[in-house]
């Protein structure tokens, strides 16, 4: 048992990750105690983290951290905006819900990069599985969970455009993928999210946390050690926690880095620019990477029929039961692009081989404007979503002051590369395609282009969708990497240099996953929590 300052483990970071190890580590471990500790409140019944209509009100809240990145000088100096969740289950209750685990060939990179097999894509299915209550009961178990603590959904809004859009999307070439969260994610699949009944699924909901000491409205100011030994954590409070076994860092992207610094884990020239004391010299906070982002307003002939929302008559029950779309399609950009933008990278493209396959990018489209700026959310506009999924840029995190309640500085570089430059404009010209095709025709008017920008379409030059690229381009909030696995942490998560310390959340991505960052995360969670589990001697 624990006094009230000592535990067994404390995980730091009360979000997906967090959630998941410390549910998971308690159930294979009831006799130890485990703290885990958040630095927002727990809203896990607030009806804004539940529905699915209401949760873009959490938007701008005490509910989300707000980052602005640097100035993007290849985006027209423009700073990008970036949300994540600061509440118990973190960002899994406040995200759009989208399911997709990715494709298998990212996580066999991974798994060769760090040379260790347990994060291939074959040894990471039994975790999606474990995470996972598929919506299909006639899904293929062999690559799907039928009772885990996630329930999925698909399909069961009947929306207007639904065919059309399908028809049109299949018409850019895309094949039929009747189930996309096998590992080939490629061609047209019908959008899979983690809401079910009308209801959020999110971490503290679905995993147990009876048992474990959580923590809530708890900032941490350092992780504490003695020589390279970890010993527990200081709070802000100035209170110290002891950890007689380890601590678990579960910050996200953003904040693991600047904790991790804060505490004198990170590059040298960073820790001492703060006269922060040194532990242990790690590229902390390099290699972030995320998926950017561009999205497409497209006018509507006849709003009034209620095809988008912000329609009156787009107002049926079905409709307040998840996110406004049917579709999703993953695509490979063509190699010879991809060649040309590797010569001018400095770098080699490898086409797939034969029977393999690729994930670029994702083209989505939902009945709902998303940009105000561009178009009004009042049923005259749908969007078409366009994602980089197979980013190389890379950018940093670095510490902006000494205080943890202050926001990390954020440098992505996005579309720094040709690379991701040819990858965004292979996925426009798959958007306009569909949205031009004959099946969209009788509803689609034609593209309202942002203010003080031309438009565009499928025939525009390179450098026409480069223009747009730089001056609307956004996070999709997939942001990973900055304390990547073979460079901060070893393939068990542990911190190199450093004896009772991890680090477990979407940070330790050597290589960015090509689908959205939720689905994967709880599969890499589990495996990472079985690790943590099996490594314990009683």
Known sequence: ??????????????????????????????????????????????????????????????????????????????????????????????????????????????????????????????????????????????????????????????????????????????????????????????????????????????????????????????????????????????????????????????????????????????????????????????????????????????PAAGYAVGSPLFNKPEYATGNPMDWIVSAAAPDADLEVAAAKDGTTHTPVPSGGSRTDYEVTVMYASTAPEIAPMDGSHITAGVLCLSPTSRGTVTLSSTDPKDNPIVDPQYFTTEHDRAVIRAGIRTAFKAMESDPLKPYIEGETPPPGLPAINSNSTDEELDARVRGISASWFHVAGTASMGQVVDAECKVYGIQGLRVVDCSIMSLSISGHLQAPMYGIAEAAADIIAKSVSI
Not at 222 to 231: A, C, N, S
């Open 1 to 302: 048992m624990s006094s009230s300052d000592t535990y067994d483990y404390i995980i730091i970071g009360g979000g997906q990750s967090g959630v998941v190890v410390a549910a998971r580590l308690h159930e294979a471990h009831p006799h130890l105690s485990i703290a885990l500790l958040e630095a927002g409140p727990d809203e896990s019944h607030n009806p804004a983290v539940l529905s699915p209509v209401l949760y873009p009100t959490l938007h701008g809240t005490p509910l989300q951290y707000s980052y602005q990145t640097t100035k993007q000088s290849q985006l027209n100096g423009r700073e990008i905006t970036h949300w994540g969740g600061r509440l118990l289950s973190g960002s899994s209750a406040i995200n759009y819900g989208a399911w997709t685990r990715g494709n298998a060939a990212t996580f066999d990179a991974w798994s060769a990069l760090v040379d260790d097999e347990r994060w291939s894509y074959k040894s990471l299915t039994p975790f999606f599985q474990k995470s996972e209550h598929f919506h299909d009961a006639d899904a293929d178990t062999s690559q799907h969970g039928l009772s885990g603590p996630m329930h999925t959904s698909s399909g069961g809004r009947d929306y207007a455009l639904r065919e059309p859009v399908k028809e049109a999307l299949l018409s850019t070439g895309a094949p039929f993928n009747s189930d996309m969260n096998d590992g080939a994610p490629n061609g047209l699949a019908r959008l899979v999210e983690n809401w079910h009944n009308a209801s959020r699924q999110h971490a503290a909901i679905c995993y147990s946390l009876d048992g474990v000491h959580v923590k809530t409205d708890t900032v941490v100011c350092r992780v504490l050690f003695d020589g390279k030994k970890t010993t527990g954590v200081e709070l802000t409070s100035g209170q110290t926690l002891t950890a007689t076994r380890e601590v678990i860092i579960s910050c996200g992207a953003l904040r693991t880095p600047q904790l991790l610094m804060l505490s004198g884990i990170g590059p040298a020239s960073e820790i001492s620019r703060l006269s922060i004391a040194q532990v242990v010299d790690l590229p902390v906070g390099q290699n972030l990477h995320d998926h950017g982002s561009v999205n497409i307003a497209f006018k509507l002939k006849n």
